[in-house]
């Protein structure tokens, strides 16, 4: 079992940045952004593997957003830069397997979750 708990969230204006984190209480393999907006369905952001030399991000994050995780390997972060206001979510970090580039990511486990409120 794998306890996951975000912060960093809050409220920014367009074209703002904010830079989320994530520490998981034990050993994960990979971890991963999916955010929320209200109405919509739960949708991937980026994944990294436990070397960071495995990324994947959602086509809509690309050159905005950057994932990154600690060397201890139980902190994942997620920059993002140059936010929209369609980028207002909750924000949950997850950890699971990206087991390689032509691979899905698959999230085991949950955090609460963050908001993020980007302002026009």
Same mark, same amino acid.
Request: hydrophobic share 35%; charged share 15%.
């Given at each position: 079992q794998v306890?996951l +708990?975000? =912060?960093?969230?809050g409220?920014v204006?367009?074209?703002? =940045?904010?830079r *989320? =984190?994530c520490?998981?209480s034990?050993?994960?393999? /990979?971890m991963?952004?999916?955010r929320?907006?209200?109405?919509n369905?739960?949708e991937f952001?980026?994944?990294?593997?436990?070397?960071g030399? *495995?990324?994947d $991000? !959602?086509?809509?994050v690309k050159g905005?957003f950057?994932? /990154?995780? &600690? /060397?201890a390997?139980n902190? !994942?972060y *997620?920059q993002?830069n140059s *936010?929209k206001? &369609? &980028?207002?979510a909750?924000y $949950?970090?997850?950890?699971? +397997?990206l087991?390689g580039p032509?691979?899905? $990511?698959?999230?085991d486990?949950?955090?609460?979750?963050?908001?993020v409120t980007?302002? /026009?």
């Open positions: 306890t +708990v975000e =912060s960093g969230g409220l204006q367009a074209g703002g =940045s904010v *989320l =984190s520490v998981a034990g050993r994960t393999h /990979s991963g952004w999916f929320q907006a209200p109405g369905e739960r952001v980026a994944a990294i593997n436990w070397n030399r *495995l990324i $991000y !959602a086509t809509f905005r950057t994932i /990154s995780r &600690d /060397s390997g902190t !994942a *997620l993002m *936010l206001p &369609d &980028d207002t909750v $949950y970090c997850t950890a699971g +397997v087991a032509t691979q899905k $990511y698959v999230a486990y949950w955090g609460q979750g963050t908001q980007v302002s /026009s």
